[in-house]
C-alpha cells in the first residue's frame, strides 16, 4: 500500500475528537517502513488528510474538534518531555483578572527554554522558562483535561507574572485581591 493511503487509513481509524493532534514521529509510527516522512507530511498536508499547525505538528481534521484548544494540544505535543503548565496573561484572562488578551496567543511556563511557537493561521503559543520544580508548586497547579496541560492558580499566575518581569497593568487588582 503507498505511503499516503497507509497514513490515511490509519488516522481514519484511530483518531477520534480527543485524539487528532500528532507530533511528526507519532506519524513515522503510522508508517514506519517510509523513509521520506517530510515528503509524505507533505503530501498529506497538501492532499488535506493532514492540517500542519506548526514545524512537527500536524491536525488530522475531525469532526466537532475544539478549535480553541489547538494552541494547548500542541503545546502539549511540543513539549511532552517537559514540566509546561498554562500561566501568566493566559490563567489571569481564563479566571477573569485580566480582560485584555492578545487573540490567538497563549503562555506557558516551562522547565524548558524560553521560546514562542509560530503556529502561522492558528497563532502563537509562547514558552516560558521556570526553574521551579513540580514539587515546589504542586498545590498551586490543577490539571485542566479539556487542555491537557497543567493550570497555574490565580495566585501562582500573579507570583509568575511578577517572576518575569511582565506588565501588570492589565491585571485588575480587586479581582485578584478577591480570588487570591
Given at each position: 500500500?503507498?505511503?499516503?493511503?497507509?497514513?490515511?487509513?490509519?488516522?481514519?481509524?484511530?483518531?477520534?475528537?480527543?485524539?487528532?493532534?500528532?507530533?511528526?514521529?507519532?506519524?513515522?509510527?503510522?508508517?514506519?517502513?517510509?523513509?521520506?516522512?517530510?515528503?509524505?507530511?507533505?503530501?498529506?498536508?497538501?492532499?488535506?488528510?493532514?492540517?500542519?499547525?506548526?514545524?512537527?505538528?500536524?491536525?488530522?481534521?475531525?469532526?466537532?474538534?475544539?478549535?480553541?484548544?489547538?494552541?494547548?494540544?500542541?503545546?502539549?505535543?511540543?513539549?511532552?518531555?517537559?514540566?509546561?503548565?498554562?500561566?501568566?496573561?493566559?490563567?489571569?484572562?481564563?479566571?477573569?483578572?485580566?480582560?485584555?488578551?492578545?487573540?490567538?496567543?497563549?503562555?506557558l511556563m516551562t522547565s524548558g527554554r524560553s521560546h514562542v511557537v509560530d503556529c502561522g493561521n492558528?497563532?502563537?503559543?509562547?514558552?516560558?522558562?521556570?526553574?521551579?520544580?513540580?514539587?515546589?508548586?504542586?498545590?498551586?497547579?490543577?490539571?485542566?483535561?479539556?487542555r491537557r496541560l497543567w493550570r497555574a492558580s490565580v495566585r501562582q499566575a500573579l507570583r509568575d507574572?511578577?517572576?518575569?518581569?511582565?506588565?501588570?497593568?492589565?491585571?485588575?487588582?480587586?479581582?485578584?485581591?478577591?480570588?487570591?
Amino acid at each position: 500500500m503507498q505511503p499516503l493511503k497507509q497514513l490515511s487509513k490509519t488516522l481514519a481509524s484511530l483518531a477520534d475528537r480527543e485524539h487528532c493532534v500528532f507530533s511528526s514521529s507519532d506519524l513515522a509510527a503510522a508508517v514506519p517502513e517510509c523513509g521520506q516522512l517530510a515528503v509524505l507530511l507533505s503530501r498529506a498536508t497538501k492532499a488535506g488528510v493532514l492540517k500542519r499547525v506548526c514545524r512537527g505538528i500536524y491536525l488530522y481534521p475531525v469532526k466537532d474538534y475544539p478549535p480553541g484548544d489547538l494552541l494547548f494540544h500542541a503545546a502539549a505535543r511540543l513539549r511532552a518531555g517537559e514540566f509546561n503548565y498554562i500561566s501568566l496573561e493566559t490563567a489571569l484572562s481564563d479566571a477573569g483578572i485580566i480582560s485584555q488578551v492578545p487573540m490567538n496567543w497563549i503562555s506557558l511556563m516551562t522547565s524548558g527554554r524560553s521560546h514562542v511557537v509560530d503556529c502561522g493561521n492558528h497563532g502563537h503559543i509562547e514558552f516560558v522558562h521556570t526553574t521551579q520544580q513540580p514539587e515546589e508548586i504542586g498545590n498551586e497547579l490543577t490539571y485542566d483535561a479539556e487542555r491537557r496541560l497543567w493550570r497555574a492558580s490565580v495566585r501562582q499566575a500573579l507570583r509568575d507574572m511578577k517572576a518575569t518581569r511582565r506588565g501588570m497593568e492589565l491585571v485588575d487588582q480587586e479581582v485578584a485581591h478577591e480570588l487570591v
